[in-house]
Nanobody
């Protein structure tokens, strides 16, 4: 049973930074891809960033140049470095991982950007 454990959310002022981390466990295989989605109140869940096993990264247009995704620790931990945060980045951020045809989700971590 694959489990994703997230950490690093919180409250930050506009222009500040946060670092989200997500560790996958429970599989003898490395994840094919890992990433982050977010869901703000009243809005649909949307992709923030993802990275594949060959380190190819994809970003939402709204976070390009501000967020950086990377995989560490033998590829099954993914980190999202978020800089220059804006109030519109406020949302619950969910870690996701894909292994073959299976998709896994973390429990979500709250990111709030407010002065």
């Amino acid at each position: 049973q694959v489990q994703l454990v997230e950490s690093g959310g919180g409250l930050v002022q506009p222009g500040g930074s946060l670092r989200l981390s997500c560790a996958a466990s429970g599989s003898i295989f490395s994840m094919d891809a890992m990433g982050w989605y977010r869901q703000a109140p009243g809005k649909q869940r949307e992709l923030v960033a993802s990275t594949t096993s060959d380190d190819t990264a994809t970003y939402a247009d709204t976070v390009k140049g501000r967020f950086t995704i990377s995989r560490v620790n033998g590829k099954d931990t993914v980190v999202l470095q978020m800089n220059s945060l804006k109030p519109e980045d406020t949302a619950v951020y969910y870690c996701t991982a894909r292994l073959a045809l299976h998709a896994y989700w973390g429990q979500g971590t709250q990111v709030s950007v407010s002065s």
